[in-house]
């Protein structure tokens, strides 16, 4: 399984990115039914954002997000897409996506992609 994310960048605060993550490749439906993210603030440990399942279409998020980041899934383009409004400087991390299976707390990642850096600057 391959992931690509892509849609990182620099935002204002207050400000609104979309981050996009393509999956690609043959996928064991048992261990990678969720798609989601994750994220890793510099010196901090990566932690979950927020995950979909591929089936039904569930949604799962960190407490620290709701309200503001919203995940939704092509189900067609095997995409999982990661709109993020009102954005703060404490948004400010490498955004991974990953593929893998629900757990208390979040997901337990089975494949990486590749981090996008978004930025937001007060």
């Known amino acids: 399984v391959q992931l690509q994310a892509s849609g990182g960048g620099l935002v204002q605060d207050g400000g609104s990115l979309r981050l996009s993550c393509a999956a690609s490749?043959?996928?064991?439906?048992?261990?990678?039914?969720?798609m989601g993210w994750f994220r890793q603030a510099p010196g901090k440990e990566r932690e979950f954002v927020a995950a979909?399942?591929?089936?039904?279409?569930?949604?799962y998020y960190a407490d620290s997000v709701k309200g503001r980041l919203t995940i939704s899934r092509d189900n067609a383009k095997d995409t999982v897409y990661l709109q993020m409004n009102s954005l703060q400087p404490e948004d400010t991390a490498v955004y991974y996506c990953?593929?893998?299976?629900?757990?208390?707390?979040?997901?337990?990642?089975?494949?990486w992609g590749q981090g996008t850096l978004v930025t937001v600057s007060s």
């Open positions: 990953a593929t893998g299976r629900l757990a208390i707390g979040g997901m337990v990642p089975t494949y």
């Open positions: 490749g043959r996928v064991s439906s048992t261990s990678t039914y969720l």
């Open positions: 979909i399942s591929r089936t039904t279409g569930r949604t």
